[in-house]
């Protein structure tokens, strides 16, 4: 199994975030099925203020390449992506197109 951490950063604004969390309590079976069918063993989100920090377990072989084409050829998933877009903004020094960005540990005990 191996861990991944991201993060990507709200809008700021009260409202968005607010649907954003609740969107997030009701995630869409198509979404759910498309995370659990790449290899994606567990995924939380945790938020402060406007930053978001993802942590995912996933299978030894996962790949965010094959991940991607997965979602790219579904279009639910393709709808749920552009709807967070609506609440979501790139972190300081993402690539552009780039959504959530993999985070380097730098500590562990």
Known sequence: MIR???TLD???DAALIAEYE???K???PEVLGSISG???ISMEIYRYNTRLFMIMETVDDFSFEAK???DAANAKVQEWEQLMWKYQQPVKG???GE???LMDKIFQL
């Open 4 to 6: 991944y951490c991201l």
């Open 10 to 12: 709200l809008k700021d």
């Open 22 to 24: 609740a969107h997030h």
């Open 26 to 28: 009701a995630v869409w």
């Open 38 to 40: 790449s290899g994606i």
């Open 68 to 70: 991607a084409a997965m």
């Open 94 to 96: 993402a690539v552009a």
């Open 99 to 101: 959504k959530w960005v």
